[in-house]
Structure formats: C-alpha cells, structure tokens
C-alpha cells in the first residue's frame, strides 16, 4: 500500500491521476492527519501495510513564512521528522519533496545534490531542515524540485493567464533565474519510481531542462497562451529588477539545480516541451 500524504496540494493531485490511470493501489490523506502530531499519525498508519509513504504536504507560503516561521517550521520541519520517524517504525520508503530554496543563488552554474545548502530565506530554512530529517532515514528518497506548476492549485502560470488577461502591461522579474518545473512530469518520475524500484535512496534534483528568468517564462507562457487560445487579451511584458519588485522573503537570484545525476534514472523535458504539455491538459480539461 502507498500512502499520499498531503492529497489537496498541486503536485498529490497530479500523482494521484497518475495511479488512478494506472490502477495504483494507494490511500491519501489532506490536513485530517495532522503531521505535525505523531500519535495521529501512529493510529493511522497502523495496520494499513505501508510500503511507501509519498510525503507532499508542505507550508509553502513564502513570504508569509517570515511572519509565520513557528508554523512555518512546525510543518516543514518538526512534521517531516514525524512523518520520517513513522516511516522508520513501519520500515516504508519514504518520498519527500524539497526546494532549490535551499540554496543562497549566489552560483554561476547549477548546483549539485553535492553542493553546499545556505538558504536564504524562513521558507528555504525550514525545508532544509525537513530534506535533513528525511535523508536521516536510510530509506528515504528526497526529490528537489523548482518552479513548480500545475494543472492544480495556484501557481505562476496561471497567475500570469489572469493578468495577461486582464491587463494591458505588465512587469515579471528577469534577474532571478531557475528552471520551471511541470508537475505532471514529477508525477510520472514518482510512478517510474515506485513501479520499477531501480531508484537507489538518497537525495535527488529533479527540474525541467532550463535556465531562464521568470520574465522569460512569462514569455514564454504568452506565446503558448495564444497558440491555444487561452489568452485572448493583448499585454506588453515588461522586464523588472527584484529592488524594483520588493518582496517580504528574500529569493536566490540562480536556483537552476544540475539534474545530471537522475539522468540515470529519468527522462528530463525541456521546459518549453512541458509548458506545452501543460497548455494541452489545461485545455482538454
């Protein structure tokens, strides 16, 4: 049995499809198991057979973060070594995803799983110190992943349908960089994962092919919003510095993670082919 926990968020939902198309056996859970509470946790996962535990449940409010670093760290921290320590006493693989926010952007050139972490910011912290407690685990997975976007769930992408839309102009970022990264692809790597059991444990970065600022990705977003139609409006995109754009949380200026060592084990999609991916499930749907 695998069990989902987090089903709500963007990327579950993706899994989710994914071993529903597949007739994957599996159980998910939302915020009615509360992770950060272990004796829940025990009286659930007890007597379900639990091979693997797919960790997705996260506090993902960056900057709000900064203002709420207790709850912040209650989740993405003090629930993962719970999660990891259930893991542990039922003897499950355990998945786990964690951010290129673990990095301070200060590279020229992609980081690696070998490079030194030195976050930035009380979201980037926080899931540093859950990556920690998984990998404590010897058998834990902990898969980095950026730039999220989904079908699911609020993200960049629809974000800028919504402005582009409804607005004439407007200014995107474009001196920080990374690598967008689809969540239907990382839902096809969970299943690769799980059904063919070649993964060796340990920590991995798993991106889109890209190294592009979010200016250019709302480019990019444009472009293909018009090829299917979903973006009917006429807007200008203006490029922007992070001083001009302030946020409450600092963001690393590089974030584009190496993803050279899950080659080995994983095809990995160039960003435009992907976006388009999504485009495609986003109109059918």
């Not at 009615?32 to 379900?48: A, E, G, Q, R, Y």
């Not at 709850?71 to 964690?98: M, P, Q, R, W």
């Not at 096809?188 to 070649?198: D, G, P, T, V």
Request: proline share 2%; charged share 25%.
């Amino acid at each position: 049995m695998i069990w989902i926990i987090g089903k709500n968020g963007m990327l579950a939902q993706d899994i989710i499809d994914k071993f529903n198309k597949n007739s994957v056996e599996y159980i998910a859970t939302a915020s009615d198991i509360d992770i950060t509470n272990i004796d829940i946790l025990n009286n659930f996962s007890k007597d379900k057979n639990i091979k693997t535990i797919i960790n997705s449940s996260a506090y993902t409010k960056v900057d709000l973060a900064e203002d709420e670093k207790d709850i912040c760290y209650k989740v993405n921290a003090e629930g993962i070594k719970n999660i990891t320590e259930i893991a542990f006493n039922i003897k499950a693989d355990l998945i786990h995803f964690s951010t290129d926010y673990v990095f301070d952007g200060n590279s020229n050139k992609p980081y690696t799983e070998e490079d030194k972490t030195n976050p930035i910011n009380i979201y980037g912290k926080s899931k540093l110190e859950g990556e920690k407690y998984a990998l404590s685990y010897d058998k834990s997975i902990v898969f980095r992943v950026s730039w999220l976007y989904g079908i699911y769930g609020k993200n960049f992408v629809y974000t800028m349908i919504n402005l582009m839309n409804s607005k004439e102009s407007i200014k995107v970022v474009n001196d920080q960089f990374g690598s967008p990264t689809y969540t239907g692809d990382v839902a096809e790597l969970i299943y690769y994962c799980i059904q063919n059991h070649n993964f060796d444990y340990g920590l991995y970065h798993y991106t889109n092919e890209g190294n592009i600022s979010w200016y250019d990705f709302a480019n990019t977003i444009y472009e293909k919003g018009k090829e299917y139609n979903i973006i009917s409006n006429d807007c200008k995109i203006n490029p922007c510095t992070t001083e001009e754009y302030p946020t409450k949380a600092k963001r690393p200026k590089y974030s584009v993670l190496s993803v050279e060592k899950i080659k080995k084990y994983a095809k990995i999609y160039d960003y435009k082919y992907s976006l388009n991916t999504f485009f495609k499930v986003h109109k059918n749907k």
